[in-house]
């Protein structure tokens, strides 16, 4: 079973667009993790979120919490072509062991 | 640059054959992670190592196993090699086995014809 789901799956925007990619988790996050991978290449942290609302922004990259901790949304505003790769969501459960969920890959057209 | 490497960046076997991969954590780094990434999938937890002690363990079968050393180097072993083990490896290192934000190496990609 996964125990941390993305939508969408795969994603295709024209340059300036908003998107939003979430993931759900089968059990309550204790803290929430986003990464963005180029592809075939290691992952990069993005931003951790722990509190439930809590939302955090980095550059045009904005993550939120919601309140009973079992879900994660990532926002970007005015996409451009350096936000393409692949975005995974992880989150550590039971503090030795880490899930990744499916991974949404964002294409961003010039 | 998350200060992580990894060796080799590519490499192909056979199947039946052994391989050693190796990852250099950032210095000050007791707790190194590793994954495998199968393509178009997220990374697989394979386990953890804590101070040179493997810490836990994801759902792959005992020819995977690994080594962490006292100078932040660790070694990712997989015996009897099978072509689904064909992947992107990547190691995670993080400041201790509490601390969740984990800094990742390039990964190496292993194929097994």
């Known amino acids: 079973s996964q125990e941390l789901e993305q939508s969408p799956q795969s994603l295709i925007v024209q340059e300036g667009k908003n998107l939003t990619i979430n993931c759900t988790s089968s059990k309550t996050l204790y803290g929430l993790y986003w990464y963005k991978q180029k592809y075939g290449e290691g992952l990069i942290f993005l931003m951790m979120l722990q509190k439930g609302g809590e939302e955090k922004s980095h550059e045009k990259i904005t993550a939120k919490l919601d309140e009973k901790k079992q879900q994660s949304s990532l926002h970007i505003t005015a996409s451009q072509p350096s936000h393409a790769g692949i975005y995974l969501c992880g989150a550590d459960y039971t503090g030795n062991q880490f899930y990744f969920g499916t991974g949404t890959s964002l294409t961003v057209i010039p | 640059e998350t200060g992580v490497t990894q060796s080799p960046t590519h490499l192909i076997k056979t199947r039946g054959q052994q391989v050693t991969l190796r990852c250099s954590s950032q210095?000050?780094?007791?707790?190194v992670s590793w994954y495998q990434q199968a393509l178009g999938q997220g990374p697989q937890f394979i386990f953890q190592y804590y101070r040179e002690e493997e810490n836990g363990r994801g759902n792959f079968p005992p020819r995977f196993s690994g080594l962490q050393f006292p100078n932040y180097s660790s070694e990712l072993n997989v015996n009897a090699l099978e072509l689904d083990d064909s992947a992107l490896y990547l190691c995670?290192?993080?400041?201790?086995?509490?601390?969740?934000?984990?800094?990742f190496g390039p990964g190496t990609r292993l194929l097994v014809l």
């Open positions: 995670a290192s993080s400041l201790d086995e509490r601390e969740e934000t984990q800094y």
């Open positions: 210095s000050g780094h007791n707790t």
